[in-house]
């Protein structure tokens, strides 16, 4: 089977990740407080006008009419709030009118009575406490410092759309339009599978050990991309654990499985060839892209998927940017991001017939205007992509410098 093109790869990963929503996705209601990253089911609108009263937008006077006005009631003077304003007195309440020439005390936030015309600031007003005469430094312009109903939206209003993945703003604006919980798509459960002998979890591993760079870092990708960790499990170069792996019971309570490792052909490689005995389909079976080409993407019985991401570890996470990220794209009903272009401030290699995917950084952090690749980008090395901030995208032939390039955000930046 040909290596598939990198776009292209990224188009079947996002196919297969709709056809997993349509074939198991069902919606969760989730209460706003554990909603950040998820992603919408339905579109959100308002459930009333927004702001839903009329309230004043600074501590002073709300009067009524032109001034100077008569304050209905002088406040004690007081060493702490020097006679100004009162609390809240009547929230929850719609307050008495405001006859024209009175003045009234009010805080930011509280409801303005029927009848005012405005609100004067504390500092730009003067009270004559004597006989409760109260005038502004400046006549204040018709409905100044005060926010009306409905100025932000009307109720019924589309606030986000179905397939928006929730952020801290977003979740603010669904909590004032009056929502408790919000329909959100199932995330998909993956199961983490990580093989090889060779793997140690701890401490400084012995020559012909490597010291696991997936464990720790992959439940983050997962969480961060909008995915739920159904399970990490570990096994060795074995054909029965990995058929275990990938289809006992425990197995298929989970739509993916993630695997790293043994994507290759070598006798020690087991996961292609376990996951071609199962049956399925494969839908990626290596991609034209370096590093990672070895990934692939096949449905799994059931309808699951797996994801295999090659054993190195730079390799693996532009498999994960490449294959799982549209992926769960697909699963949540979001539209597949588009990458931006970014200048490259350096000419780039192209590797011939594949995508070079390389961890790049803003050569001006403060401008990030132009990119420049990382060092120390080799397959099996971290240090590169420790650094970067992005993943660009070397299109076969190579980019000059000053050219665009195509540019992927990392996952724990956030999308
Ligand atoms: N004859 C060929 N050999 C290889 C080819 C090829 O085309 N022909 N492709 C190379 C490329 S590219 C990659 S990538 C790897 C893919 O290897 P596998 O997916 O089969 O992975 P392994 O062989 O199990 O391991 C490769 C490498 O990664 C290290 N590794 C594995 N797990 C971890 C982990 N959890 N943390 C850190 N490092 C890990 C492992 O020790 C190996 O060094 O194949 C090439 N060979
Ligand atoms: O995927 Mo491999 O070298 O491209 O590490």
Redesign the pocket.
Known sequence: MPEADWQEARRLAYAAGSALAASRGGTDLVPLDRVNGRVLAQDIHSLHTMPHYASSAMDGWVVAGEGPWQVERVPQASANDGGLPRPHAGAGSTPPPLISGWARAIVTGESVPPGATAVIRQEASVLEAATGRLSALQAPSPGADIRPAGREAAEGELLLRAGTRMTPGRIAVAAVGGHDRLPVSQAVRIRLL???D??VTTGIPAPGQ??????PVLPACIEALGGALADVLRIG?DTHATLDALDSASAREADVVLS???????P??H?RPVAEELGGTSIVGSVAM?????ALLRSLPEGRLLV??????L??LMAVVTLLEPLLEGASGQPPSSPVEVRTGEAVRGAGHSHRLLPAQWSDPAHRQQLVPSEHTG??MMRGLAQADVVMVVPPAGVEAGAAVTCLPLPWYGR
């Open positions: 990580l093989t090889g060779e793997v490597v010291r696991d760079t997936f464990g170069d790293t490792g043994g994507t290759g052909r070598s020690a490689d996961v370096r590093p990672g080409h070895p295999g991401l090659p054993g190195n570890p390799a693996a397959s099996a």
